[in-house]
């Protein structure tokens, strides 16, 4: 790839601080944004910070000129007040989309998440996984959000070729937290090898990515993610002596029973 940019909104979160180590490359600019704070780049990283809200369209607009890709993490992480997931998660990505369009932007990978599904019944798709087009069954408003994230993306790249890809992130920690998780964990090393692979995609479309491990317990499946060139390295199965527990009959785990608009589970 030639020198190239990359827009990573919500760069100050948890998924965001993952990532930024582990996408640095000499032929790249992280342009990082956040309305947290952001730290300062280290020596020799090649890093821009820059201060801002997804809910604001004139930072947006600014913050996408140069930018060759957009990775947009921003947003509430969990279910939440819907007014504040409307502003934040669904305008908020509309917001991107719009300035992104604005500024030329060629590409947006779209952090939606495993709880735009969490409604589907594990093992409903039998051995292969639930395949990663599965439509949409939220758990929560949150859930809501990230499904209307999927559909903002789908219109950007039918209305103007933009290639999109939505990745429905199972768990993306440093480790599995539970045994849930030891079926969802996307590890953050295989995180930043599913970004390389939306980044590398020759033909814009639209697609919709599980973002997992090859999990021993895996319930999604991995076959939309391998055909743009995703191979994961890492399974949660190694942290499983310390997770015991039986999997839940639906996706989303305890977002399916938290009460709807206030903050729940992380
Ligand atoms: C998510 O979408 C959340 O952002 C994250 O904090 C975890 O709760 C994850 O899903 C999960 O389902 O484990």
């Not at 991107?96 to 369009?101: D, G, P």
Request: hydrophobic share 40%; net charge negative; aromatic share 4%.
């Amino acid at each position: 790839m030639p020198e190239h940019r990359v827009l990573i909104t919500g760069a100050a979160g948890a998924v965001g601080k993952l990532l930024r180590p582990r996408l640095i490359r000499d032929d790249r600019i992280l342009r990082l944004l956040d309305v947290q704070p952001i730290a300062a780049a280290v020596p020799g990283e090649r890093v821009e910070i820059v201060p801002g809200s997804v809910t604001d369209p004139a930072s947006m607009t600014a913050a996408c000129r140069d930018v060759d890709a957009i990775i947009h993490l921003g947003g509430l992480s969990r279910e939440d007040d819907w007014e504040r997931l409307l502003a934040i998660n669904i305008d908020g990505t509309r917001t991107i989309l719009e300035a992104a369009r604005t500024a030329g932007v060629p590409r947006v990978v779209l952090a939606s998440s495993n709880h735009a599904a969490g409604f589907r019944h594990i093992g409903e798709a039998g051995p292969g996984g639930l395949p990663a087009d599965s439509n949409p069954r939220p758990d929560t408003y949150y859930g809501v959000s990230k499904a209307a994230m999927e559909a903002l993306g789908s219109l950007y790249h039918s209305r103007f070729g933009m290639d999109v890809t939505c990745l429905r992130i199972g768990s993306c920690f440093e480790r599995p937290a539970d045994v849930r998780q030891l079926s969802l964990w996307l590890s953050p090393d295989d995180c930043a090898r599913l970004i390389e692979c939306c980044l590398a995609t020759t033909e814009p479309a639209y697609r919709v990515l599980w973002g997992v491990s090859a999990n021993t317990r895996a319930v999604v499946s991995p076959g939309a993610a391998e055909a743009i060139g995703y191979k994961s390295l890492d399974d949660a199965e190694r942290f499983a002596a310390d997770l015991p527990g039986t999997l839940p009959d639906l996706l989303g785990g305890e977002f399916c029973t938290t009460p709807l608009g206030r903050p729940g589970p992380m």
